[in-house]
């Protein structure tokens, strides 16, 4: 699988120029806030479901 560290990084990216919480995010995809939390700081990005997330949330918000 490929690295996810660059989405994530943009997903941060993104979160911080639209004012937009991990904890919304957490809310809005029915995910622990501290799964959250450890998928986007780098914790656990290298995971299944890390990288599912991080799709999804690429996707959703149409982030490039």
Request: glycine share 6%; hydrophobic share 40%; charged share 30%.
């Amino acid at each position: 699988m490929p690295d996810a560290n660059v989405g994530r990084e943009k997903v941060l990216r993104y979160l911080e120029e639209n004012n937009i919480q991990k904890i919304d995010l957490a809310v809005l995809y029915g995910i622990p806030k501290q799964d959250i939390g450890n998928y986007l700081e780098g914790k656990l990005v290298d995971t299944p479901k890390a990288k599912q997330l991080l799709v999804k949330i690429i996707a959703d918000f149409k982030i490039r």
